[in-house]
């Protein structure tokens, strides 16, 4: 059974900061990984995708990286901004379904 | 090209009713997938329907709820005689026909269900 894992589950940061989410999962049997964003009461916003025969995704000031023998993610956002705050959600898919990491609850501070 | 439709995006229902959650995915999608996320927990996968067949529905509660995705018309996650535990949001997602689970999955706004 895959099981994905979020470090942190909760991060608060100054304006500026650079800083790195981290996700890992159990069963590196995967199509693909996704980071999601999720606001508060709203609904997710992919924001990067990485097929699993790839090492990694840049979209703006993001970037995520793929360790697939490891079961590992990264996902690091550069120059934060207090619009980044919201919840980012790591998935893998792996058969017919998307499994979720519980979260990390960013809060960039102005 | 509108994306995944929800609606309603917010239900309230009093214990032993009905819910029934709509999900109209993206233009060209076939695939749909609906999943729970309860209070102060993660999305959990239920159901990955595409039209007329139900392919993976192990997520799924075995009593009260049905999903179904039929020819003509969205998709549809039915609750029956709904009790407070079933109070979550429930997202949907779909995707396009070529690559199936491979592809990304494009979620809706959700639907936020309170049971009274």
């Known amino acids: 059974k895959q099981e994905v894992t979020q470090i942190p589950a909760a991060l608060s940061v100054p304006e500026g900061e650079n800083l790195v989410l981290n996700c890992s999962f159990t069963?590196?049997?995967?199509?693909?990984l996704q980071w999601f964003r999720q606001d508060p009461g709203k609904g997710l916003t992919s924001l990067l995708l990485i097929q699993s025969s790839q090492r990694e995704q840049t979209s703006g000031r993001l970037n995520a990286s793929l360790d697939k023998s490891s079961g590992r993610s990264t996902l690091y956002i550069a120059a934060s901004q207090p619009g980044d705050s919201a919840t980012y959600l790591c998935a893998v898919t792996s058969g017919s379904r998307l499994t979720f990491g519980e979260g990390t609850q960013l809060t960039v501070n102005p | 090209n509108a994306g995944v439709m929800q609606n309603p995006r917010h239900l309230v229902r009093r214990r032993g009713q009905e819910a029934r959650l709509r999900c109209s995915p993206m233009k060209g999608h076939s695939h749909v997938y609906w999943y729970r996320q309860l209070p102060e927990e993660g999305l959990k996968f239920m159901v990955y329907?595409?039209?007329?067949?139900?392919?993976?529905e192990s997520g799924m509660p075995k009593e009260r709820f049905s999903a179904e995705f039929p020819k003509e018309g969205p998709s549809i996650l039915r609750i029956q005689q709904v009790v407070r535990g079933d109070s979550a949001a429930y997202f949907c997602?779909?995707?396009?026909?070529?690559?199936?689970?491979?592809?990304?999955?494009?979620f809706g706004p959700g639907t936020r269900l309170t049971v009274l």
């Open positions: 997602a779909s995707s396009p026909p070529a690559g199936g689970t491979q592809d990304t999955q494009y």
């Open positions: 329907l595409q039209k007329e067949n139900i392919i993976d």
């Open positions: 069963d590196s049997a995967i199509y693909n």
